[in-house]
């Protein structure tokens, strides 16, 4: 593998979800001991890692309203400093705020910008924020499929839920900027695209124009004219609410995109096809909702291609603000080598890219049931904290090399990724379609 391309970065997260199901709070940085491990810190400096991404979470610090607890962020934040690492600072990470709000309280967007104003006051110095990590992920997830607090399945609850985290987004970084005004705005979401088989071309369509909608409301591009304006209407948004962040815009300063090998889908209407997997549908037809590397007979559309949407629609410099595979170290380090090298190709094609995340440092639990059950689920990431003894897998061999701008290989890295082996096809979808599903664009 090359070294990077010149002003290519390298950032660092550790997983940081700290997600409510019913009256229950999943906290990441809880399960992976990192609360409890300041040295962790010092790890990650030694892998030349500069820039982190930082959890101040609302639900940690202000579980009462105007009841702050600092001391995990004082301490950590104390020795990012002396250990020369600049924080990319989080508010609110897959989560729906304390028990006294949630994503459909009217105050929410109020309520969390009073928040981010106390972080700002704390720590004036900080000047990077990723205020609402995912916001448009978080409220599929929360309140159009159900899985997370306040746990609702309708497009109304969906639409009130992005407005109200978009709201607050624009509300907070007027707040950050008021005590530091060189604040910048990193937002981030996931970016996939779908695909699907013939006589869902209408959703597909759907789904591809309604991944850009929180970046598109924060820009100010929603308008009459937009693709997505006669839904939020008819899902209960008054034109005055969707006009405000046109009127109002709060463009990022960089777009962070996280991307995953199951950021892909394909919609299948033959959904007898899948035992076993969940069904879905529009109230119109009936399907299957898939991971496209499974079916795609030529395999996923891949970084680079989902990459460049991002950077044609908006033309603002990106971040890839997550990199990581939930699988063995070879295999993650092979998808990281993926993710690196899109990346340098694009920058050399013209795409202001300005770094790459190694997302998941130390792991995550319980993400192959999106954090809905307690099953102790792990998967390592640069680190693995599944022992007493925090053990550094090839990974962070990888991660160091690349930070420090050295060049790195590795025997393990000729052989494809599983994703591009003919092996993932499920054999259902070779039954389905023998060869290749129908194509449907991903712009």
Same mark, same amino acid.
């Given at each position: ?14 997983? /940081? ?18 609360? =409890? ?11 030349? @890692? &500069? ?7 609302? $639900? ?19 020795? /990012?400093?002396?250990? *020369? ?5 989080? @508010?609110?990470?897959? *989560?729906?705020?304390?028990? #006294? ?8 967007? %109020?309520?969390?910008?009073? !928040?981010? =104003? ?10 990077? !924020? ?14 159009? !499929? ?9 497009k109304e609850s969906f639409v009130r839920a992005l407005w109200n985290q978009s709201r607050a987004t624009v509300l907070a970084m007027q707040e950050i900027r008021t005590v530091n005004p ?18 869902? %071309? #209408? ?5 591809? $124009? ?6 598109? @409301? ?7 004219? &937009?693709?997505?304006?006669? #839904? ?6 008054? $034109? ?9 815009? /709060?463009?990022?300063?960089?777009l962070g995109i996280n991307y995953y090998i199951t950021s892909e889908r394909f919609i299948d209407a033959d959904w007898r096809r899948y035992p076993g997997e969940d069904h879905a549908g529009? *109230?119109?037809?009936? !399907? ?13 559309f891949g970084p680079s291609r989902l990459y460049w949407d991002a950077w044609s629609r908006y033309k603002i410099p990106l971040a890839i603000t997550e990199a990581h595979l939930g699988c ?36 995550? #639990? ?46 393990? @890295? ?19 379609? *023998?060869?290749?599903?129908?194509? /449907?664009?991903?712009?």
């Amino acid at each position: 593998m090359k070294s990077n391309a010149p002003g290519l970065e390298l950032w660092g997260g550790v997983e /940081c979800t700290l997600n409510r199901i019913g009256d229950r709070y999943y906290d990441q940085l809880e399960r992976s001991g990192h609360r =409890r491990r300041l040295d962790d810190l010092d790890r990650f400096a030694a892998l030349s @890692l &500069h820039t982190l991404r930082f959890p101040i979470l609302w $639900e940690a610090v202000a579980p009462l309203a105007d009841d702050f607890d600092w001391r995990w962020s004082d301490a950590a934040l104390h020795r /990012c400093r002396e250990l *020369g690492i600049r924080p990319i600072v989080g @508010l609110l990470h897959h *989560g729906s705020g304390p028990r #006294y709000t949630d994503l459909l309280d009217p105050d929410f967007p %109020q309520k969390f910008a009073a !928040y981010a =104003r106390a972080v700002a006051e704390r720590y004036p110095w900080i000047d990077a !924020y990723t205020p609402i990590n995912e916001p448009l992920t978080t409220a599929r997830f929360s309140a159009l !499929y159900g899985l997370w607090f306040p746990h609702r399945r309708d497009k109304e609850s969906f639409v009130r839920a992005l407005w109200n985290q978009s709201r607050a987004t624009v509300l907070a970084m007027q707040e950050i900027r008021t005590v530091n005004p060189a604040a910048i705005l990193i937002q981030t979401d996931d970016l996939g695209c779908t695909v699907g088989s013939p006589g869902l %071309q #209408y959703q597909v369509d759907f789904e591809n $124009e309604r991944r850009w909608l929180g970046w598109d @409301l924060l820009v100010g591009k929603v308008d009459p004219g &937009h693709a997505m304006w006669s #839904y939020l209407r008819w899902s209960g948004l008054a $034109e005055k609410e969707i006009l405000i962040f046109r009127d109002e815009p /709060c463009p990022p300063d960089l777009l962070g995109i996280n991307y995953y090998i199951t950021s892909e889908r394909f919609i299948d209407a033959d959904w007898r096809r899948y035992p076993g997997e969940d069904h879905a549908g529009n *109230g119109r037809d009936q !399907y299957v909702d898939v991971s496209t590397v499974g079916v795609r007979a030529e395999g996923i559309f891949g970084p680079s291609r989902l990459y460049w949407d991002a950077w044609s629609r908006y033309k603002i410099p990106l971040a890839i603000t997550e990199a990581h595979l939930g699988c063995t170290p070879d295999e993650q380090m092979r998808w990281f080598h993926e993710i690196w090298d899109a990346a340098n190709k694009l920058r050399r094609a013209g795409a202001d890219i300005r770094a790459v995340t190694a997302w998941a440092l130390l792991g995550a #639990y319980d993400w192959d049931s999106l954090v809905t059950r307690d099953d102790g689920r792990y998967e390592s990431g640069a680190f693995d904290v599944s022992s007493a003894e925090m053990q550094p897998t090839v990974l962070a061999e990888m991660i160091g090399a690349l930070a420090s701008e050295k060049s790195f290989a590795d025997p393990l @890295l000729d052989i494809p990724g599983w994703w591009r082996r003919p092996a993932r096809l499920l054999a259902s979808a070779t039954a389905r379609f *023998g060869a290749e599903p129908l194509y /449907c664009a991903a712009s």
